[in-house]
């Protein structure tokens, strides 16, 4: 009986030993669980008992955005691999395996602020492009699998696009925060987000013209009255009815705005900022200019909508002023190495897609009137890096073809919303692109 008891207490404590591995880190996450990584590289999830709940493996295993996520994802320690994540939730249950795992799609105008897309992630499964939307607590959002979603701030709404066959139009579905559809937009109707949480920029092809949806009113609200329209950084919309003849406003709202007839209408510049604050004491909404009107050399309005005439000269900023801005700049910033967007697992991508990107250059790249009168065409190219929380960094040009295009160019992405970021290991990083960017002469 001694005999037994001896080899009883020696298998006891074997069976303990295995089941008690030696810990190098052990990381507490808000859910009261640890991450702990073993001497040999392996990784899983414990409680308080030390009783796993994800079992050791040769993965890197993180919480997904914490504070309070319940889920947890494992990557192969190979860098470069895609559909090599798993996804787990806090019960230690199993959810997908072989899959990659990114943030959603940052929607078009998101408030620079705006953090609330950490809180949201999307699964794409191997094979045709197969996604899921997920909060970090709530678990799975939208009913269903799409090719592409996208987020439009805090309180507002995702859009997403429908699996399609092959020649099938695109269809895009407007859901809420808590993926209740709202309505479903027609294929000869493309949208953005606005960064205003009830309101959706859309245009209508063939003939093409342009409108607001209210999402509380549905899409059969909309009056597509524009010919022209687009959003401010200001928050305010600039639109035209006759072909970009003459410009009007529209506040935060949607709502129109003063008078019509202005025949340059757009973001303030520099200088007008600086004269119109010292003289008014506040920051302008918009600046223009009416035709005829020779003195006020340009008219400045408010928040409330109201025109202030200026007959100082404002200048937008020189192609010199702007080169000695960018080379300070550039001077101020120490050198990255950052891998190239198109390596990684997703690469960054503008809000909307190459689509949304077209209609963005198509209202904001300014074609530089030097350039037009000496016939210049051809292609810019910019090197840019996109921040892991989207923004626009280190914007340089590659090739110029001269007379300001170049400066141009880069006028035109410094006003660009944030990016979808590139994301390698289930992570948000920065990354370089270099991109094209075409001047084109039309009659």
Known sequence: MKYLNILSFVFAALCASAQSPIFIEKTPTDLGLFIVKTEDGKMGVIDNNDNFIIPLDSVILTQWFPPESYFFISNNRQTGLNFQQNLYN????????????????????????????????????????????????????????????????????????????????????????????????????????????NILLATKSNPRKMGLIYIDKGIDSTSFEFDNLRKMWTGWFVFSKDNRQHFGLLDTNGKPCGLTDFTKLGEPNRAEIGIFSAKIG??????????????????????????????????????????????????????RSLPDGSTLQKSPSFPGGELA???????????????????????????????????????????????????????????????????????????????????????
């Open 282 to 335: 506040s920051l302008p909404i918009a600046t223009g200019v009416r035709a005829g009107i020779e003195n006020p050399t340009w008219i400045g309005i408010d928040s409330l909508g109201r025109e202030h005439f200026f007959s100082d000269a404002a200048p937008p900023e020189t192609i010199g002023q702007m080169e000695e801005r960018l080379r300070r700049e550039r001077a101020d910033n120490v050198p």
């Open 357 to 443: 990107m077209g209609q963005f250059l198509s209202s904001n790249l300014l074609y530089p009137k030097i350039a037009q009168e000496n016939g210049i065409e051809g292609t810019v190219v910019l090197e840019i890096i996109v921040e892991a929380d989207g923004r626009l960094t280190n914007i340089s040009i590659k090739r110029d073809i001269g007379n300001g295009c170049g400066l141009a160019a880069i006028q035109c992405f410094e006003k660009m919303p944030r990016w979808s970021p590139a994301v390698q290991d289930g992570k948000a990083v920065a990354s370089s692109l270099i991109i094209p960017v075409r001047f084109k002469l039309t009659n």
């Open 90 to 197: 806090s019960a230690g249950e199993l959810l997908f395996s072989n899959v990659n795992i990114s943030y959603v799609g940052l929607g078009t105008h998101l408030e620079k602020d705006d953090k609330s897309y950490r809180d949201f992630f999307v699964v794409q499964q191997k094979g045709m492009p197969n996604k899921l939307l997920f909060h970090k607590k709530n678990g799975q959002i939208l009913p269903d699998t799409f090719s592409s979603i996208d987020y439009g701030g805090r309180n507002s709404t995702f859009l997403a696009l429908h699996l399609r066959e092959k020649g099938a139009p695109n269809v895009i579905s407007v859901f809420d925060m808590e993926g209740k559809k709202l309505f479903s937009v027609p294929p000869e109707i493309q949208v953005m987000h606005s960064g205003h949480p």
